[in-house]
């Protein structure tokens, strides 16, 4: 409150103190530069398209560039955007590592950065990181898989494979390790097994999160690992991308009981596994949600205001300010990290609340609203 009070002052000041003068660039229509990574994943179209509607509909004009996961594509797309001298920059990195070069021309111009979702690395030109509680997905898919094969009460050791995201998404990393931090135990006690022996993110890690990439490793998994007969219990796969491949090979190459696989991210594709028995979660996160608090963040930042706790108070959902996480290697990127929700045959009904789902006529599987 005190602080839409004080913009508004500030406003007002502003307004008095260019009278009469030729009208400033801050009393102009704003322009947001949008990059994401690509169109070829579902949940980078929703994310941009729905960025754009929300920014659109506060009144900014938006430049939106989907780079097609390719890093020397995204680093055009910005230095187009930044050569248009955007207002602010909000990039979801196709590789973190890659940009701090091009984001020197941003710092130039004084164009403030926002990351989204996935933290950009090494430069100091990032001035906030908006994303999930990237851990807790890790920590909430491996807890899913606990809680459905009980490895306590197991008469037998159970079998796991692990399928883990891109390395040079930031993001990848915080789901394995979250993951990690829960099952570490139960693989020392050795309650769970990993046939395979890929342990290591790297081991487990699927460039540019590729969906035919899960597929072909899983293929080869299985005829490597589980040929003779051996159960495949679970799959921890950090993404739906993933996970839809990942349920292909199975479906085609593996004949025993349906292992526990995990997920994220909602893709229609998987909702729809979920309902086939074919997956058995996914962790939703409110797209809506992330982009709401991105337009709050933006506004903050080009109105000058402080990037704080406080600014929590203007976003209605659950949000936590984290100032400690996440280090990209020259600073410690203040965070704003929203709260993702697990989701299953039980609860699919609630997408619909959430999420830009709605039942198709049979009310059998969810679709696009
Ligand atoms: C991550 C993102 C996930 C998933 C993945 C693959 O960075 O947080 O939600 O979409 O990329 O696109």
């Known amino acids: 409150m005190l602080r839409k009070r004080l913009s508004a002052i500030m406003a007002a000041l502003l307004l008095l103190s260019s009278a009469g003068c030729v009208q400033q660039k801050d009393d102009e229509v704003k322009t947001v530069g949008l990059a994401m990574p690509s169109k070829a994943l579902e949940r980078w179209n929703r994310d941009g398209e729905y960025l754009k509607q929300v920014f659109e509909s506060e009144g900014y004009n938006v430049e939106l560039k989907y780079s097609d996961n390719n890093i020397d594509q995204q680093i055009n797309d910005l230095q187009v955007l930044i050569a248009d001298d955007v207002d602010v920059l909000i990039v979801a990195a196709v590789d973190g590592a890659t940009l701090f070069r091009t984001l020197e021309d941003a710092k130039i111009k004084n164009?403030?950065?926002?990351?989204?979702?996935?933290?950009?690395?090494?430069?100091?030109?990032?001035?906030?990181?908006?994303?999930?509680?990237?851990?807790?997905?890790?920590?909430?898919?491996?807890?899913?898989?606990?809680?459905?094969?009980?490895?306590?009460?197991?008469?037998?050791?159970?079998?796991?494979?692990?399928?883990?995201?891109?390395?040079?998404?930031?993001?990848?990393?915080?789901?394995?390790?979250?993951?990690?931090?829960?099952?570490?135990?139960?693989?020392?006690?050795?309650?769970?097994?990993?046939?395979?022996?890929?342990?290591?993110?790297?081991?487990?890690?699927?460039?540019?999160?590729?969906?035919?990439?899960?597929?072909?490793?899983?293929?080869?998994?299985?005829?490597?690992?589980?040929?003779?007969?051996?159960?495949?219990?679970?799959?921890?796969?950090?993404?739906?991308?993933?996970?839809?491949?990942?349920?292909?090979?199975?479906?085609?190459?593996?004949?025993?009981?349906?292992?526990?696989?995990?997920?994220?991210?909602?893709?229609?594709?998987?909702?729809?596994?979920?309902?086939?028995?074919?997956?058995?979660?996914?962790?939703?996160?409110?797209?809506?949600?992330?982009?709401?608090?991105?337009?709050?963040?933006?506004?903050?930042?080009?109105e000058e205001e402080d990037i704080d706790e406080e600014l929590i108070e203007e976003f209605e959902v659950p949000c936590a300010f984290d100032t400690d996480s996440y280090d990209n290697g020259v600073k410690k990127v203040p965070s704003y990290l929203l709260t993702p929700n697990v989701i299953t045959l039980e609860n699919l009904d609630l997408l619909t609340e959430i999420g830009p789902y709605e039942w198709d006529e049979d009310h059998r599987y969810l679709v696009e609203k």
């Open 111 to 302: 164009i403030p950065v926002i990351a989204y979702d996935r933290l950009i690395l090494n430069t100091d030109t990032v001035d906030c990181y908006i994303s999930f509680d990237n851990f807790k997905v890790g920590e909430l898919q491996a807890q899913f898989i606990l809680d459905s094969l009980s490895p306590d009460t197991s008469d037998r050791p159970l079998n796991i494979e692990l399928v883990s995201g891109d390395t040079a998404d930031n993001n990848a990393r915080f789901f394995y390790n979250g993951f990690m931090s829960v099952m570490e135990p139960y693989l020392e006690s050795g309650r769970f097994v990993i046939p395979s022996n890929k342990i290591t993110f790297e081991q487990t890690a699927t460039p540019q999160w590729s969906t035919v990439k899960a597929y072909e490793n899983m293929q080869n998994t299985l005829a490597s690992y589980y040929a003779g007969g051996t159960p495949l219990d679970a799959v921890h796969c950090a993404s739906d991308c993933l996970t839809v491949g990942v349920t292909q090979a199975i479906a085609s190459d593996y004949t025993g009981k349906t292992p526990v696989v995990t997920g994220q991210d909602g893709d229609i594709a998987a909702l729809r596994d979920i309902v086939e028995g074919q997956q058995s979660m996914t962790i939703y996160k409110n797209v809506r949600d992330e982009a709401n608090v991105t337009v709050e963040v933006a506004k903050a930042i080009l």
